[in-house]
């Protein structure tokens, strides 16, 4: 990974550890496509999303925002 997409992916990584129950279950890679996937438990994956989508809104907004990153995708697998 470069510079960037590891600063964005260790970003992401910080803010879904602290929403969720289990934090060490938390992993965020670089997928082919240049998205970066966050995975975390099936039962903290609500957390991780929010209401209506407004907590992985933010982590969008927040990624868009830190420098070189902007152009990254976050995507939440299953």
Do not use: H, W, Y
Not at 2 to 10: D, I, L, P, S, V
Not at 13 to 27: C, T, Y
Not at 41 to 61: E, F, L, S
Not at 67 to 78: A, F, K, M, N, R
């Amino acid at each position: 990974m470069a510079k960037a997409e590891e600063r964005g992916a260790e970003l992401v990584r910080f803010i879904a550890s602290g929403l969720v129950s289990k934090p060490d279950e938390v992993n965020v890679v670089l997928a082919d496509d240049g998205a970066l996937e966050l995975e975390a438990n099936a039962d903290d994956r609500g957390r991780v999303i929010g209401r209506q989508g407004r907590v992985a809104k933010a982590m969008r907004a927040l990624l868009g925002r830190t420098p070189g990153c902007s152009d990254l995708q976050l995507e939440i697998v299953d």
